[in-house]
């Protein structure tokens, strides 16, 4: 139980250092951390992955829809 | 020739002021993190598609209406309004199960994660597309972290604060989130070439 709890925590960390939300210090246990553990660098590297994935998922709404709103704040401007 | 950049904060004065072109670059310059940010959450693109015009309207009306006080901050705003709208959705319709998928055909959607739906994916040709069903098949609470902090940008205390639960939790939920779209990935035998993923230079 006590190895789990160990090791959500320190994914949890890592989670915080690929969002750039941990401090200089904290940056630097982890970077360290990540050097012993293996399993724990299988998961940051598995993570950055998928991150990378998710910032390709990139939509375009249809022209249409553009317009539509464009139209919009110019009826909105005239009629105001 | 030197190009004049202008930040969100003056087109914003400049749209208040009466400059249509200034909200034009707006939107041009948000309509994609806006329309992936709703679509992610309510899942069909025809409600993405109303809820995008829904954001801008309500957008709008408070520019024009003199009520904007978050000046310099136009994207977590706006991306809030989306996010309101696109989650109010998507608790008004999970009372009926019977979802829209993209192709038209309704299928009976649990909104729990399981072996099922995920082995039930439709196989798309390009990696992003699949990611964004895969996506799409996490637990609401999973999906609701990672679309606040991958794509509006929002800290997991900001999350924390915004659905009422402890900083670990959120954490915990984009873990799993993370972990989960892993999981599918390998089951889905999705061919993750990371190549497809390096941003031009």
Redo the contacts between chains.
């Keep these: 139980m006590r190895m789990t709890q160990i090791s ?1 925590l320190n ?2 960390d890592v ?2 250092y690929l ?1 750039n ?1 941990t401090t200089p210090q904290e940056n630097d246990r982890i970077v360290e951390a990540l050097l012993f553990d293996v399993e724990l660098l299988e998961f940051y590297l ?2 950055v ?14 022209r249409k ?2 317009n ?3 139209a ?3 009826k ?2 005239i009629e ?1 | 020739m030197e190009k004049v950049q202008v930040n969100d904060s003056e087109l914003v004065s400049a749209y208040i002021k ?1 400059n ?1 072109d200034a ?2 670059t707006l ?2 310059k948000y ?2 993190r806006i ?2 940010t709703i ?2 959450v309510v899942k069909t693109e025809e409600v ?2 109303d809820l ?2 829904d954001t ?2 309500k957008a ?2 408070t520019l ?1 209406g003199g009520r904007y006080n978050e000046e310099g901050k136009f994207l977590p705003w706006i991306l809030r309004i989306a996010h309101n709208l696109a989650i109010d959705y998507f608790r008004r319709e999970r009372r009926y199960p019977n979802v829209v998928f993209e192709d038209g055909s309704h299928v009976f959607n649990s909104l729990n994660f399981s072996e099922e739906s995920v082995e039930t994916l439709q196989i798309k040709r390009e ?2 597309e699949q ?2 069903s895969l ?1 799409k098949c996490l637990p609401e609470q999973q999906r609701e972290v ?1 679309v606040m ?2 794509y509006e940008d929002m ?2 205390q900001e999350i924390a604060d915004a659905t009422g639960v402890s900083i ?1 939790t959120a ?2 939920r ?2 799993y989130a ?1 972990i989960n ?2 999981k599918m990935m390998s089951k889905n035998k999705y061919a ?1 070439d ?1 190549n ?2 390096t ?1 031009s230079k």
Excluded: C
């Design positions: 959500t994914q949890n989670i915080r969002y939300e598995e993570s992955e998928t991150k990378e994935g998710l910032d390709q998922v990139i939509m375009t709404p249809p829809v553009i539509n709103i464009l919009y704040s110019k909105y401007a105001a | 009466g249509e909200f034009g939107v041009e309509k994609h329309y992936t679509y992610l993405a598609q995008m015009q801008f309207i709008i009306k024009r990696s992003h990611l964004r996506i990672l902090r991958h800290s997991f670990n954490l915990g984009m873990r993370l779209l892993r993750y990371t497809l993923y941003k």
